[in-house]
């Protein structure tokens, strides 16, 4: 029997399952006026197991309505699970593309087998095409095995489809593939896009592409990428790169490549276009070999993704924030603006759902900072080092603890990014209860956390060290209903 405390920390903003486990987003889409959110999703335990398709949908991508299973694991070519894939509409229907795994001797090499399969359905319920699987191993160049062939994103370009898939080279390192179809069911390779050679971790995921302005965005997660000071601190994590696809070759030239997220909760972001021309990323919240703190507190449910963020360019840049549907949930404003030294509190700046603006500007302090989630001998630690230009997370004390399960692993309590010597820090922080998400510098640097503090832990302090610190706060409960006061 779960826990009668589950809902204390169940997150408003985050979607997470109604019960069960939940990993990768997928098919993210908009579809008949409605988004479309379908996820990897195990519903008889809150553990990573057979993978099906949950599905929610919403019309403002906050507020979400769980729907029926979209894809269960009973066919021959996926009866080990329906992993990662994309959806699009196709002639007025809902089609959705997802690898069909299968492992039927995890222990014996070479008998694993990934493919790529079609589903078409009416927005809540889904059959599969007799043609499936629809790209199997006989696509992959020279020949390759399929046991590491995965994440179809499909999307149509003219009077042909497109798709970019990972494939496991035969060096062991990732590599991400475009393939080309007239009609969705017949594919034809293209040609590599992005090649692993070594120097970004072992096996790439979950790939997907957009448009921003002049420029092509490829996004893919990395597994076991070299740990960094100031970047890649997690077991696993996602990029983004600038550039331009050939369509002809398949190549990808890039101009820069980037962490997206420095917290330690982000993976697998998949994108979607709204109709008023914004992209819209959102990624699960949670990583792999790490312990659940919701399965051990008793909780009949584990994971959650992201806010919905919207992507842009500043500066040559790519930027992240809170997508602006978030402000209709926001209550009355609040502001605030002190010259701190020690640590200060304002008065009904408290609790666990909040949206937060902060500067840190002018002054003499070395360090300054937040405190979060305060209370019990618990808090969440962000600290801004201004002569060394570096910010830092420490979510070592907030609450209950969350380990590393890999043998000889880095604690995953501290993460740091770089600002630079900027003479002020702004920040926006989005609190949910078990949920954190940070903007620095108007969302040129992102950092996604979970957390599992009592529901009394509702403190809030803005401190300085060394010295003064000029800080400015608007902030807002999010607790209202849409279309609330402002």
């Not at 302005?213 to 000071?229: G, I, T, Y």
């Not at 809170?322 to 200060?344: D, F, M, Q, T």
């Not at 002569?387 to 890999?406: K, V």
Request: hydrophobic share 35%; with cysteine.
């Amino acid at each position: 029997m779960a826990n009668p405390e589950s809902s204390l920390f169940r997150n408003r903003f985050h979607l997470s399952p109604p019960r069960g486990w939940m990993n990768d987003p997928n098919g993210f889409s908009l579809f008949e006026n409605r988004y479309h959110l379908f996820y990897q999703y195990n519903p008889r335990d809150t553990v990573w197991g057979p993978m099906h398709w949950g599905h929610a949908v919403s019309p403002d991508l906050l507020d979400w309505t769980d729907l029926p299973i979209a894809l269960t694991p009973d066919s021959k070519y996926d009866a080990g699970g329906c992993f990662s894939g994309s959806a699009l509409t196709v002639d007025g229907m809902h089609a959705l593309f997802y690898t069909g795994h299968l492992d039927p001797h995890p222990s014996v090499p070479g008998s694993r087998r990934e493919t790529q399969c079609l589903a078409i359905g009416d927005g809540s319920r889904y059959t599969k095409d007799p043609s499936n699987p629809v790209i199997d191993e006989r696509q992959l160049p020279s020949g390759l095995p399929s046991g590491d062939f995965r994440d179809p994103k499909v999307w149509r370009e003219g009077e042909r489809w497109l798709c970019i898939a990972v494939h496991r080279q035969s060096d062991g390192f990732g590599q991400i593939l475009l393939f080309e179809s007239a009609d969705l069911r017949s594919w034809s390779l293209v040609g590599p896009v992005l090649r692993n050679r070594g120097e970004l971790g072992g096996m790439w995921e979950c790939p997907d592409i957009f448009r921003l302005e002049d420029k092509e965005v490829l996004v893919w997660s990395v597994m076991n990428p070299a740990r960094q000071e100031t970047g890649f601190r997690n077991l696993h994590g996602a990029v983004w790169a600038t550039g331009a696809l050939d369509r002809e070759t398949g190549m990808f030239a890039e101009e820069s490549r980037t962490e997206i997220d420095k917290g330690p909760d982000f993976y697998a972001p998949q994108t979607v276009a709204t109709p008023d021309g914004r992209v819209v990323m959102i990624a699960w919240m949670q990583m792999w070999e790490r312990s659940s703190p919701s399965r051990e507190l008793g909780l009949d449910w584990t994971g959650c993704m992201t806010l919905p963020r919207e992507v842009f360019l500043s500066g040559g840049r790519l930027c992240q924030r809170p997508i602006r549907e978030l402000e209709r949930y926001r209550g009355p404003c609040h502001s605030a603006s002190s010259r701190v030294e020690g640590a200060v509190a304002f008065p009904e700046l408290v609790g666990q759902c909040l949206d937060l603006e902060v500067v840190l500007g002018s002054g003499t302090a070395s360090r300054c900072g937040l405190l979060l989630y305060l209370g019990d001998g618990e808090r969440t630690l962000l600290e801004w080092d201004r002569a060394g230009g570096i910010f830092t997370l420490d979510r070592s004390l907030s609450g209950h603890p969350i380990r590393n399960l890999t043998a000889g692993a880095p604690e995953c309590q501290v993460y740091r990014a770089v600002t630079g010597t900027a003479d002020e820090l702004r920040l926006r922080l989005v609190l949910d209860r078990s949920a954190l998400e940070i903007f620095l510098q108007d969302g040129e640097i992102a950092m996604a956390c979970t957390l599992f503090p009592r529901e009394t832990s509702r403190g809030i302090r803005v401190f300085a060290e060394g010295g003064f610190i000029e800080c400015s706060l608007n902030w807002w409960n999010l607790d209202g209903i849409p279309g609330a006061v402002q």
